[in-house]
């Protein structure tokens, strides 16, 4: 069985803070993908990241960052210097083996205040 | 380029009468999902398709459900008759995976309230 867990529901920060939104997965496949997408107020879902499973680097783009670890099946999200705009509901997701369909976590509503 | 394309944005029906939702995907795309969001149950994948085939339905509620994807271009989902229950945001979505699965490209979503 494949799952993804985001046990943070919701999260509050004021501006500029550091914040990390966590991810922790379960799949019996050796092969499988990982994604992060955003959803902010509007309703759309925004794709932020892919990684594999095969590929543990972390990556950084702007003020995001992403921590990929096997060994604790985690891929956290980073956000550096918050902002406004960055509240929105983040959500983790899963593609394992040879599978179709993305599998997502209940997502973690992030609100970040001025 | 167009993205995922979903009718209708907003759709409000009593209950027992038959809604449609339509998707667009992405041309080229060769994976085609829909999903339902609800405050309770958070995202379900309900259904997807791989060139135009159902591959995994499991995710259907019920019979009062079905899908289609007639084309590469066009997929329509239906509930009939519909209830309160089914309320809910549909979001459509496609992706281009021979090699793997790709990245999901999601449609805007229709909101569907039965009354």
């Known amino acids: 069985a494949q799952k993804v867990t985001q046990a943070q529901t919701e999260i509050s920060v004021v501006e500029k803070e550091d914040v990390t939104l966590d991810c922790v997965y379960e799949t019996r496949d050796t092969t499988y993908y990982l994604f992060w997408y955003k959803q902010p107020p509007s309703g759309e879902l925004v794709f932020l990241i892919r990684?594999?499973?095969?590929?543990?680097q972390n990556e950084i783009s702007g003020r995001y960052s992403w921590n990929f670890q096997k060994s604790t099946s985690s891929f956290n999200f980073t956000i550096t210097a918050s902002q406004v705009v960055d509240s929105a509901v983040y959500f983790c997701?899963?593609?394992?083996?040879?599978?179709?369909?993305?599998?997502f976590g209940k997502g973690t509503k992030l609100s970040v205040k001025p | 380029d167009a993205g995922v394309i979903q009718s209708p944005r907003h759709e409000v029906t009593e209950m027992g009468q038959e809604v449609t939702l339509r998707c667009k995907p992405i041309s080229g795309h060769d994976y085609l999902f829909w999903y339902r969001q609800t405050m309770m149950r958070g995202l379900e994948l309900l259904i997807y398709f791989n060139n135009n085939v159902p591959i995994d339905d499991s995710g259907m509620p019920e019979d009062r459900f079905s899908a289609k994807m007639p084309n590469a271009s066009f997929s329509t989902l239906k509930i009939q008759p519909s209830e309160p229950r089914d309320s809910a945001v549909y979001f459509c979505?496609?992706?281009?995976?021979?090699?793997?699965?790709?990245?999901?490209?999601f449609g805007e979503g229709s909101r569907l309230t039965v009354l």
């Open positions: 997701a899963l593609i394992g083996g040879s599978q179709g369909n993305l599998i």
């Open positions: 979505a496609s992706s281009f995976g021979p090699t793997g699965p790709g990245e999901l490209f």
């Open positions: 990684r594999n499973s095969f590929d543990e």
